[in-house]
């Protein structure tokens, strides 16, 4: 079974700054793209950021210059800096793993999600 443990949410103000964190733990060959999603109150899930095995990375528009994701290989853990939080930021975040590769020979491999941490961002 492979898990996917989000923490670092809370509330913040305006302006302010959280770090999230997210681990996979389990038994798993390779995790290569992880990232981060998240979900307002009565709108749709929406990709954050993304990030692969080789540190490439991927921004929502609305994210670009403010947040900030990395990765930790040697410890199967991503982190979301997120700094100039607005509002409208104001979501649970969900970590994911697309494609969680359990074995190779047969390949097999999952989709994780974490259970998410609720950001909330007072005006």
């Known amino acids: 079974q492979v898990q996917l443990v989000e923490s670092g949410g809370g509330l913040v103000q305006a302006g302010g700054s959280l770090r999230l964190s997210c681990a996979a733990s389990?038994?798993?060959?390779?995790?290569?793209?992880m990232g981060w999603y998240r979900q307002a109150p009565g709108k749709q899930r929406e990709l954050v950021a993304t990030?692969?095995?080789?540190?490439?990375?991927r921004y929502a528009d609305s994210v670009k210059g403010r947040f900030t994701i990395s990765r930790d290989n040697a410890k199967n853990t991503i982190y979301l800096q997120m700094n100039s939080l607005k509002p409208e930021d104001t979501a649970v975040y969900y970590c994911?793993?697309?494609?969680?590769?359990?074995?190779?020979?047969?390949?097999?491999?999952?989709?994780?999600w974490g259970q998410g941490t609720l950001v909330t961002v007072s005006s």
């Open positions: 990030i692969s095995s080789g540190l490439s990375t």
């Open positions: 389990g038994s798993f060959f390779r995790i290569n793209v």
């Open positions: 994911n793993a697309p494609m969680v590769i359990v074995t190779t020979a047969p390949l097999r491999y999952l989709e994780v």
